[in-house]
């Protein structure tokens, strides 16, 4: 005769777990992103824009590119935190960790806080970049224009 052995299922953290896991890939993901986008405004800065600065705007520049620079390692950082967290998950969520699970979340909620600052900083870096960049355009065509 046949025994039906049923399947164990999976405790129920582990469906919250998992779901952990995949807020920290979009974190990652998020951060790579940003990091092409710092790249973009390096060199936008330093190849395009600090050629065509008066002296107040060519302060203004520098003082960008250093924050994006700064940004830009401390996005290294918290990547490194981030990769750091997931293998955590990962052995949670294959059984290694159970003791140590609220530490694990509470580490959830303070990478959530640092990931959540990081985006804000760089996008007010961002923003700041393209009103300077907008503002000398306006300068340059307002030259051009005169000029002609």
């Known amino acids: 005769m046949k025994r039906i052995i049923q399947k164990q299922n999976k405790p129920i953290f582990n469906n919250s777990i998992e779901n952990l896991q995949s807020e920290t890939k979009n ?16 060199e936008l800065i330093t190849d395009h824009i600090i050629g065509l600065c008066k002296s107040d705007n060519f302060s203004n520049a520098k003082l960008l590119l250093n924050g994006i620079n700064h940004e830009s390692k401390l996005g290294e950082i918290l990547i490194a935190s981030i990769k750091e967290h997931r293998i955590n998950l990962a052995l949670l969520i294959e059984n290694i960790y159970l003791k140590k699970e609220d530490d694990f979340r509470k580490d959830q909620k303070l990478l959530k806080i640092e990931v959540d600052n990081y985006i804000q900083n ?6 700041q970049v393209f009103e300077l960049v907008l503002f000398i355009m306006k300068n340059e065509k307002q030259h051009r224009l005169l000029a002609e």
């Not at 974190?27 to 092409?36: A, C, G, H, Q, T």
């Not at 760089?122 to 923003?127: G, P, S, W």
């Open 122 to 127: 760089f996008r007010y870096l961002k923003e």
């Open 27 to 42: 974190w990652l993901s998020e951060i790579e992103y940003i990091k092409v986008e710092q790249e973009f405004l390096k």
